[in-house]
């Protein structure tokens, strides 16, 4: 009978990969694995699962346990993937997008999502968005327009508000500095509440 494991901090293809390699060392296999989540073959013993807990802990992830906290986890996978892979956050309807993934009311989504992180889906949304932006604006191969357009934002005037008010400086500012600090996905929306 197979499980399904929430992953806390399972954002990225490296993130996935390193799983993958923790999951092999507990001879644990998968039929599945997206951002945050894996589909195990069968369900492992306490002992396996207590074993996989300290190795993932060991690498900066965590398993997740109870209802509200998988929920909440998987809202973050799929805000990121949105965001950072799929690269359609500017294209997508956020509520109808997490309901249709989740199956689940969106106006339920957003107060859990509230009510446990401190800050509001649409906002956790829009700091992954910026620190996309970011992430182009390092690259230095498109406009403030094309990473506007890109990032969801209606302008490279609308993207250069909500930047600085979020960040303090303007995405040219951004640019110029060599600083350019960034924050690791897994951190977006900590440092701001």
């Known amino acids: 009978m197979s499980t399904t494991l929430t992953i806390r901090n399972m954002v990225c293809d490296r993130c ?3 799983v993958g390699r923790l999951l092999q060392a507990q001879r644990l296999g998968w039929t599945r694995m997206d951002l945050g989540e894996v589909e195990l073959f069968r369900e492992p013993l306490t002992t396996e699962l207590d074993a996989l807990r300290f190795a993932l802990r060991e690498e900066g992830f965590d398993l997740v346990d109870g209802r509200e906290s998988v929920i909440i986890a998987r809202i973050k996978a799929a805000i990121v993937n949105l965001v950072h892979h799929e690269g ?3 294209r997508v309807k956020l509520g109808e997008h997490l309901s249709g993934l989740l199956h689940k009311e ?23 968005r910026l620190e996309r932006v970011k992430e182009l604006i390092n690259y230095g191969e498109l406009t403030f327009s094309e990473i506007a357009d890109r990032t969801g934002f209606s302008s490279a005037a ?3 508000t909500q930047f600085k008010q979020l960040t303090g400086m303007t995405p040219s500012a951004f640019k110029n500095s060599h600083a350019a600090a960034r924050l690791g996905l897994d951190k977006v929306g900590r440092a701001s509440s």
């Open 88 to 90: 359609t956050s500017g």
């Open 158 to 160: 609308h993207l250069s």
């Open 16 to 18: 996935k990969a390193a």
């Open 106 to 128: 969106y106006s339920g989504l957003t107060a859990l999502f509230t009510q446990v992180e401190g800050i509001t889906i649409e906002h956790f949304f829009l700091l992954q």
